[in-house]
């Protein structure tokens, strides 16, 4: 049966797993090989992996691409994604983001590898405006952490009516709430140690594709730089992915609902929350020391970096020197896991008290 005529939550079970026969398992062995005897399908470890193209092939029918690439991890995904480019290239991309990928691009933007024009990625005025005599577009919606929406159509439309190219960075919203390929964008990446591995236990990455060629340059660049995965956590990415829509639903439900209680709390003065996704950002009514001090006083809720995982996780951003200077002081991002929505509630609400 064509994954076309399959939901996100029976692609998820079904895809990745070996042909069906008798005696046959139905899960895919871990292929610990670095060496391959010759003539074969494969002739190095850093060239292919058995494991690796079950993972490829699920992120890939659940993107609607034609191919994916797995990688060490996300930033290594991210960082494929703009080697391809030529030297001295124009990439248009969002001044508040994911801190990996603005660290990475201001630094090649100061080195001259790259000119990089930083925009608000949600005022659709200012990006069509940047994007005159650029190459590329890096488009990341919602944003992280502060969850601002870009008019994603739109933008990648007028890009690709410029004969550019486009990366998207789905980490956040998922395939299950937008395919950024069928907008017109060239490249998908997943940090798929967030939501589709989900049990904050690996480090991967991954890119999505249409197009061959842009696939053989991508996965030149993979094995040129050596950033591979490792069999076993692609192993366990793609049986975190098993459980993803599962995982994810129960999680923005979660999420909607407390979005909803922190907005009416006394001792929160902003939420910003999009109306769908597993993140919530929020501004506390008081400074950083107050932050921090609510992120360390939950009981149920871990204080802790990343997202996208089964448990639920909040910090304070700008406690990273390379957080974005306009995400206020006081900004907690709260990755909402799959626990009973109350039980989260009462661990916020004692924690908020700390004020």
Same mark, same amino acid.
């Given at each position: ?91 248009? &991309? ?158 923005q439900e979660n999420a909607a609902a407390l979005a909803k209680k922190l907005s009416s709390h006394s001792a929160v003065s902003k939420v910003r929350y999009p109306g769908f ?26 204080? &802790? ?51």
């Open positions: 049966m064509s994954s076309e005529n399959l939901h996100p939550e029976t692609i998820a079970v079904s895809s990745g797993r070996p042909e069906s026969e008798p005696g046959a398992g139905v899960n895919i062995p871990i292929s610990l090989n670095s060496t391959f005897v010759a003539s074969g399908p494969v002739s190095y470890g850093r060239f292919g992996n058995e494991t690796w193209s079950q993972l490829e092939s699920a992120i890939s029918q659940l993107e609607d691409a034609t191919s994916t690439l797995v990688f060490a991890s996300g930033m290594s995904a991210i960082t494929a994604a703009f080697s391809i480019l030529p030297h001295g290239a124009v990439v248009v &991309a969002s001044h508040e983001g994911y801190s990996g990928t603005m660290s990475l691009l201001t630094r090649h933007h100061a080195d001259g590898r790259l000119d990089v024009r930083f925009v608000d990625i949600t005022d659709t005025k200012e990006v069509l405006a940047q994007l005159q005599g650029a190459a590329f577009l890096w488009v990341e919606s919602p944003t992280n952490p502060g969850l601002g929406v870009a008019e994603v159509s739109v933008i990648i439309g007028e890009a690709k009516k410029r004969n550019m190219g486009v990366g998207f960075d789905n980490t956040f919203a998922t395939p299950l709430t937008q395919k950024p390929l069928t907008f017109g964008a060239d490249i998908v990446m997943h940090s798929v140690t967030k939501y589709l591995a989900g049990h904050s236990d690996v480090l991967i990455g991954s890119l999505s594709v249409k197009d061959p060629a842009l696939h053989a340059r991508l996965l030149d660049a993979r094995t040129s730089f050596g950033a591979i995965a490792g069999p076993f956590e692609v192993w366990l990415a793609l049986r975190g992915l098993r459980t993803f829509p599962l995982r994810f639903n129960r999680a996704g597993a993140v919530i950002s929020f501004e506390i009514a008081g400074d950083a020391e107050l932050a921090e001090k609510i992120c360390n006083a939950s009981k149920l809720i871990t204080n &802790a970096t990343s997202l996208g995982g089964i448990e639920s996780t909040w910090e304070r951003r700008r406690r990273w020197p390379i957080e974005s200077q306009s995400i206020p002081e006081n900004l907690i991002r709260f990755s909402v896991g799959c626990e009973h929505v109350e039980d989260l509630w009462r661990d916020i609400d004692t924690a908020l008290s700390q004020g």
